[in-house]
């Protein structure tokens, strides 16, 4: 092969190009995948699950919020998925399955920062029990292990602050978590209820710390409900 031959082979060789958001955004999937625990991408605002909620238990879209409630440059992001239980600080945060659920994400930009609300409606008042399971053990917590229900998914260590938001009330419970490794993602969770149907908002960035007046916006959009 002559030199001039070398040369144009190496031109239409494939160049590497570097890690771009997509990468970050996976990165980040799975960092804060305690509450989203499948580590995967949903394909819809809303992902609605079977079988459908009774008429005395309401429909988790009730309870759903829109980005045109947010402040200015939100809009809507894939969901990432149902998956939900997880233990935090000691309290399983759904002890029997929902009788219906849904999930929404939000985006401010194509790599964040992000809210995400997860919405279960349940056949009795396991909410509010959880709620104040949480209130009774987090004051006391400092850390926690959680693991994915992925079997291939790794046990995740979060670091655990007090966090207070605005607006807020005694039927609702904030926490901020961060997790521990070479990616620490620091998310803002904040728990509530309607009646029988949990709603939680988790509100995070992929540098740095997540505003707090995201969760404040986000419960003050809260719809109270059919």
């Given at each position: 092969m002559t030199s001039h031959d070398q040369h144009r082979h190496q031109s239409r060789?494939?160049?590497?190009?570097?890690?771009?958001?997509?990468?970050?955004?996976?990165?980040?999937?799975?960092?804060?995948?305690?509450?989203?625990?499948?580590?995967?991408?949903?394909?819809?605002?809303?992902?609605?699950?079977?079988?459908a909620a009774s008429a005395s238990t309401g429909r988790p879209t009730d309870f759903a919020i829109a980005a045109t409630s947010l402040p200015p440059r939100w809009r809507d992001s894939n969901s990432q998925g149902l998956d939900y239980r997880v233990t935090v600080c000691g309290v399983d945060l759904e002890p029997k399955p929902p009788v219906a659920a849904t999930s929404?994400?939000?985006?401010?930009?194509?790599?964040?920062?992000?809210?995400?609300?997860?919405?279960?409606?349940?056949?009795?008042?396991?909410?509010?029990?959880?709620?104040?399971?949480?209130?009774k053990a987090l004051p006391g917590c400092t850390r926690y292990e959680a693991k994915g229900s992925?079997?291939?998914?790794?046990?995740?260590?979060?670091?655990?602050?007090?966090?207070?938001?605005?607006?807020?009330?005694?039927?609702?419970?904030?926490?901020?978590?961060t997790t521990e490794g070479r990616l620490p993602i620091t998310s803002d969770l904040l728990l509530t209820h309607r009646g029988n149907t949990a709603v939680l908002f988790m509100s995070y960035v992929i540098k740095g710390k997540p505003d707090p007046a995201v969760l404040a916006k986000a419960l003050e959009a809260l719809p109270q409900g059919p």
């Open positions: 060789s494939p160049r590497r190009l570097p890690p771009g958001p997509t990468v970050a955004l996976v990165a980040i999937q799975c960092a804060v995948a305690v509450l989203v625990a499948a580590c995967g991408s949903g394909s819809g605002k809303a992902v609605p699950a079977a079988p929404l994400r939000f985006a401010k930009g194509p790599v964040g920062p992000f809210l995400e609300q997860h919405i279960r409606t349940y056949s009795d008042d396991q909410a509010a029990r959880v709620i104040r399971a949480l209130q992925d079997p291939q998914s790794r046990t995740a260590t979060f670091r655990v602050e007090p966090l207070t938001v605005e607006g807020a009330t005694s039927e609702s419970v904030s926490w901020r978590q």
